[in-house]
């Protein structure tokens, strides 16, 4: 068991760009999170997806930034047009939803925009 | 919101003693998760909790949901404990964890 896989674990954008973040969750567990993780907010909830299904995407920057779950296999967080206030570690984690949501975290995607 | 109050926000233990770290929520909360950040900045899982205690090796943790608090103990603290910890909870029926703020530990010779 390799943990949730998140790739890249950098990467540097320029004011503008557009940022794809990939998370590859424990295989056989059904619900996946993304959180966005700065000094001054701390850990901040982004969506959560059940099945491959998006449930809550309260978190979520209502311009710039989307998420999907195509397969069971892995989440994309894409931001388009980055802006230097994107700059976070981006964590995902996964969850097996049975008898609670224990929740185990990837290493993160440090996102820096220039 | 929701706020989990951690403490203490960095501890130093020599080999071989043992401290406690505190959750305080200012809500109640359906479940408390306890990780330590490893030197790769992954969050390893400690516990899970959501009642009672549960107790791993040298560490224990207790959750108080009427209470709003949890434990984690250390004893016979080694080197290798060195990080910093974070406890995380989620509110009753909810699954958006709520993070304290790290206690950063260091175990020295």
């Known amino acids: 068991n390799a943990g949730v896989i998140q790739t890249p674990r950098h990467k540097v954008t320029g004011k503008g760009q557009e940022a794809t973040l990939w998370c590859e969750p424990i295989s056989g567990h059904s619900a996946v999170f993304w959180y966005r993780q700065t000094i001054v907010q701390g850990l901040e909830f982004l969506t959560y997806f059940r099945n491959q299904a998006p449930i809550d995407d309260s978190g979520m920057p209502k311009e710039r930034f989307s998420a999907q779950m195509p397969n069971q296999s892995h989440s994309t967080l894409k931001i388009q047009s980055t802006q230097p206030q994107d700059s976070a570690v981006y964590l995902c984690?996964?969850?097996?939803?049975?008898?609670?949501?224990?929740?185990?975290f990837g290493p993160g995607t440090r996102l820096t925009v220039l | 919101g929701d706020q989990v109050e951690q403490s203490p926000s960095a501890l130093s233990l020599h080999e071989g003693t043992g401290s406690a770290l505190r959750c305080n929520f200012t809500?109640?909360?359906?479940?408390v998760q306890w990780f330590r950040k490893n030197s790769r900045g992954s969050l390893i899982n400690l516990f899970y909790?959501?009642?009672g205690t549960k107790e791993n090796g040298r560490l224990k943790s207790a959750f108080d949901s009427k209470e709003r608090y949890s434990t984690l103990h250390i004893r016979d603290a080694q080197l290798e404990d060195s990080g910093t910890y974070f406890c995380?909870?989620?509110?009753?029926?909810?699954?958006?964890?709520?993070f304290g703020s790290g206690t950063r530990l260091l175990v020295s010779p």
């Open positions: 984690a996964s969850s097996l939803e049975t008898g609670g949501y224990e929740q185990y």
């Open positions: 995380a909870a989620d509110r009753t029926g909810g699954y958006k964890v709520v």
């Open positions: 809500t109640t909360m359906r479940a």
């Open positions: 909790l959501a009642s």
